[in-house]
Nanobody
Framework: QEQLVESGGGLVQAGDSLRLSCAGSGRSFSGYTMGWFRQPPGKEREFVAGIRYGGGRYATSVLGRFTISREDAKNTIYLQMTSLKPGDTAVYYC?????????????????WGQGTQVTVSY
């Protein structure tokens, strides 16, 4: 069964750092576009960052604070988050898609994890 499983979420204070991981299984996701999305309470799912060979793409709100990376040997991607703000509070999802670009829209991704909660307190 093909799946993505996120881990690393938790409760942190503003200014702290956190690293999320997303491990794939059931198929190799190397060569696929990988992305991180988040869904704040009461809001729609939004693009955070994506990565494909040749580069990454970030939402303006996280540029300079978050870094996406991948380790294909482990079929895993990461999201290093620094200088966290209460506005970063959300359920974070990883996703994989076949697009040769790094689309910021959820509809362009075919596999999704179950999500991990990140809560940033004041």
């Amino acid at each position: 069964q093909e799946q993505l499983v996120e881990s690393g979420g938790g409760l942190v204070q503003a200014g702290d750092s956190l690293r999320l991981s997303c491990a794939g299984s059931g198929r190799s996701f190397s060569g696929y576009t990988m992305g991180w999305f988040r869904q704040p309470p009461g809001k729609e799912r939004e693009f955070v960052a994506g990565i494909r060979y040749g580069g990454g793409r970030y939402a303006t709100s996280v540029l300079g604070r978050f870094t996406i990376s991948r380790e294909d040997a482990k079929n895993t991607i990461y999201l290093q988050m620094t200088s966290l703000k209460p506005g970063d509070t959300a359920v974070y999802y990883c996703a994989a898609g076949r697009s040769v670009l790094i689309p910021p829209t959820p509809e362009d991704y075919d596999w999704w994890g179950q999500g991990t909660q990140v809560t940033v307190s004041y």
